[in-house]
């Protein structure tokens, strides 16, 4: 069974920096594609970026297109969200998400694609 576990979220002024990372365990770690979502507070989950198994292919919503970068380390089951240059509007509970893919190196923006998910980090920006 696929595990995930964010951590890194913060408090942080706008304009700053964070990075997240998602632990990922179980068996065929690469053989998942990863992505990474978020919710704000009464607001609808928003896809934000996601990765292929080999870390080959990235995907990135617009709205944080140069801002943010996912990357993945399979020797350490990990997968990173750098984000930079934060705004307010970037605050929300970030989510990291994972999907079986085989040997491919597809990747996908829709949340019901994914099968297993993290519990979330919170990430607030202050103005």
């Known amino acids: 069974q696929v595990q995930l576990v964010e951590s890194g979220g913060s408090l942080v002024q706008a304009g700053g920096s964070l990075r997240l990372s998602c632990a990922v365990s179980?068996?065929?770690?690469?053989?998942?594609?990863v992505a990474w979502f978020r919710q704000a507070t009464g607001k609808e989950r928003q896809f934000v970026a996601a990765?292929?198994?080999?870390?080959?292919?990235?995907f990135y919503v617009d709205s944080v297109k140069g801002r943010f970068t996912i990357s993945r380390d399979n020797a350490k089951s990990v997968v990173y969200l750098q984000m930079n240059s934060l705004m307010p509007w970037d605050t929300a509970v970030y989510l990291c998400?994972?999907?079986?893919?085989?040997?491919?190196?597809?990747?996908?923006?829709?949340?019901?694609?994914?099968?297993?998910w993290g519990q979330g980090t919170q990430v607030t920006v202050s103005s």
């Open positions: 179980g068996p065929a770690i690469n053989q998942l594609g």
């Open positions: 990765i292929s198994r080999s870390g080959a292919n990235t």
């Open positions: 998400a994972a999907r079986d893919v085989g040997y491919t190196e597809v990747i996908a923006a829709g949340e019901y694609q994914y099968d297993y």
